[in-house]
Nanobody, 114 residues
Framework: QVQLVESGGGLVQPGGSLTLSCAVS????????MAWYRQFPRRQRERVAF???????DYLESVKGRFTISTDDVRNTMTLQMDSLKPEDTAIYYC????????WGQGTQVTISE
C-alpha cells in the first residue's frame, strides 16, 4: 500500500517562500505521474502542478513562475518550491498521482498572512 506524507507547510508573510515535501513509501516515485493539489475551505481540491515520470511539468496558471515542482528519485520524494507567496495561496496542500490513485495523506497547511 502506497503511503503519502506531506510536510513543510507553515505561516509566512506575503512574498515569502516555502518548500513542501511529499514522501512516498510503498512505491517508486519515478513510476508515477505525480501532482500537488490544494484545498481551500469548503471548496474542492484543485491541482496546482504535476510532473510526469519523464519529468515533464505543468502548473496552474495562477502559480506559473512562482512554484516549481520536482522529484528526487534517490530520496523517493517530491518537492514543491513556492516563492512569491500570496494570501490566496493559503490552503492545505496534498500530493498524489495525477489520477489520484492513492489514499490521501493529511496534507500540510500553508498560511500566507502578515
Amino acid at each position: 500500500q502506497v503511503q503519502l506524507v506531506e510536510s513543510g507547510g507553515g505561516l509566512v508573510q506575503p512574498g515569502g517562500s516555502l518548500t513542501l515535501s511529499c514522501a512516498v513509501s510503498g512505491g517508486v516515485i519515478n513510476a508515477y505521474n505525480m501532482a500537488w493539489y490544494r484545498q481551500f475551505p469548503r471548496r474542492q481540491r484543485e491541482r496546482v502542478a504535476f510532473i510526469t515520470s519523464l519529468h515533464t511539468t505543468d502548473y496552474l496558471e495562477s502559480v506559473k513562475g512562482r512554484f516549481t515542482i520536482s522529484t528526487d528519485d534517490v530520496r523517493n520524494t517530491m518537492t514543491l518550491q513556492m516563492d512569491s507567496l500570496k494570501p490566496e495561496d493559503t490552503a492545505i496542500y496534498y500530493c498524489n498521482t495525477l489520477s489520484e490513485a492513492f489514499p490521501w495523506g493529511q496534507g500540510t497547511q500553508v498560511t500566507i498572512s502578515e
